[in-house]
């Protein structure tokens, strides 16, 4: 996996939205903090479009703004200003060559899942990890920190309390992931990941609990549960029980789908739709050591 260049005070980065609407007003504490952080901050043509409804512009005005930034030879980094829906609208005519040839860091969570999986399957390293939309909460502060560290040191080392349905153990292997919906979304076509001898992380956005035993089963008939280094269960945000309530914890639900897998699981990882939300290297090696006091992802 190839690992762009670490960004320095001075470089240029450009900020995008790749699915959902997003206002000016949304991302000006994150323009500024950018700024802050020594940065020349480009805003796409198209960011704040309301050309439709829900996405932030058409599919042409969107994909229009990410190719100009992938090809751009002075940006050294592309921020995704937020999730929602729409990257898969936009990913499969998208040009990477110019990436390929110049990588620059990717940055984002949630919807940007998609580009994700797609910079894995080209051998390029991303970085999941808070987005502009939301700098401006008062508890970001640790989320927004771990996306700088990541940026200009390449430091990523993610810790989580104890949970007792853990399954402890230690393993080695690339990181890959991101939210649930997505990974899911992707089995069957070009972007289908390949998880075998990978440590996989998922979180999750208000969902019925249902949705997600259903998803996670998917993966499992999927064959994408099988073979795994390790298991990572982010933030499930919001998840919800329908009128017939479903009666199985998080934890139940995903203890069900490997009860045969021998790899250690560890539950409630700051990584996901709420704060703390910390920056990790998607493709990178890391190590997950998960014990009777804890679990951590290392950078190996």
Known sequence: ????????????????????????????????????????????????????????????QRMSDLQELLNSSEIRAIICARGGYGTTRIVDDLDFSALITNPKWIVGFSDVTALHLRLHKLGIKSIHSTMPIFFSRSDS????????????AGINTISAEHNSSNRYGKATGPVI????????????????????GKILILEEVDEYSYRIDRMLMHLKRAGKLDGL???????????KEPELAFGETIENIVLNKTLQLNYPIAFNFPIGHENPNLAWVHGSLMTLDVTATGAQLLRS
């Open 177 to 196: 992931g991101g939210n649930l919906s997505l990974i899911a979304d992707a089995i069957g076509t070009s972007d289908d990941p390949d998880t075998a």
């Open 229 to 239: 280094a390790g298991l990572v269960i982010g933030h499930m945000t919001d998840i």
């Open 1 to 60: 996996m190839v690992s762009p260049p670490l960004l320095q005070s001075g470089d240029k980065i450009g900020i995008v939205a790749t699915g959902r609407r997003v206002c000016a007003q949304d991302i000006e504490s994150a323009c500024r903090t950018f700024v802050d952080w020594g940065l020349d901050v480009i805003c796409a043509p198209n960011l704040h479009s309301n050309d439709h409804s829900y996405l932030a512009g058409s599919d042409e």
């Open 141 to 152: 502060g640790p989320s927004v920190e771990s996306l700088r560290q990541t940026l200009f």
